[in-house]
């Protein structure tokens, strides 16, 4: 349970940190004189700030480059510039848990083939020394004892004849209330009298 939570702990910050490096670069790359660049500029620190506690628990002056970056409160958008933010992330990454292969480069940034061969020069990404929280969520059949697989075999098969039994149940009870509350009659309706029929006559009083 340790690991599956850490494992999806881990995994949760992977996309703020890609839209942080994307969003990063927009907002440097973003003309404010003629477009509009409100929105860029609240992503970059909407996604920023919200992966930047976990930088700043390994690396507490990346941290707060990358906030400084994404405060754009300065005259200039990204004042330090988009490289800064990312090479502050990427020199950490492996130390925050996650896998430069999970996040991967940004090509729409600019970053290709050469960034990787820096990053990788520099030793910002050694995925190895990851530890990898997340293995199998389930056991494989080799861990699993023989008397457990058949002893959890007879538990689904109890499981299912007791389903089988208790839905049975409730069909039956439900026709039979329909029965008591004269949805399905055995009795024969005798037919309506109409007028001019000898019981109908009969019926009728004397002129």
């Known amino acids: 349970v340790r690991n599956a939570y850490r494992c999806i702990e881990t995994q949760s910050f992977v ?14 790359t973003c003309d404010s004189a003629t477009a509009d660049c409100g929105a860029v500029y609240g992503e970059a620190y909407l996604f920023c700030e919200a992966m930047n506690p ?3 628990a390994v690396a507490p002056t990346a ?6 970056n994404a405060a754009l409160t300065g005259a200039t958008a990204v004042a330090s510039g988009y490289t800064a933010t990312r090479n502050a992330i990427y020199e950490n990454l492996n130390a925050m848990g996650i896998k430069c292969s999970d996040v991967g480069y940004c090509s729409s ?16 990404c050694n995925d190895e020394a990851v530890v990898d929280s997340c ?13 457990n697989v058949k002893k959890t075999g007879g538990i689904w098969k109890f499981l299912a004849i ?13 026709l039979l209330s329909l029965w008591w509350a004269g949805e ?10 109409k007028p001019g029929s000898p019981v109908a006559n ?6």
């Open 54 to 56: 976990l930088l700043a």
């Open 162 to 174: 007791m389903m089988f039994c208790i839905i049975g149940s409730m069909c039956i009870a439900f």
């Open 135 to 147: 293995g199998p969520a389930f056991p494989q059949s080799d861990d699993v004892p023989k008397k």
């Open 15 to 28: 996309p703020l940190v890609q839209a942080c490096l994307l969003y990063t670069f927009k907002a440097e």
């Open 184 to 193: 399905f009659s055995c009795k024969k309706e005798e037919p309506e009298e």
């Open 63 to 68: 941290a707060t480059t990358v906030s400084a």
């Open 202 to 207: 009969e019926l009728q009083s004397p002129a």
């Open 109 to 124: 940034c600019g970053d290709d083939a050469s960034f990787q061969r820096l990053a990788e020069r520099n030793g910002w």
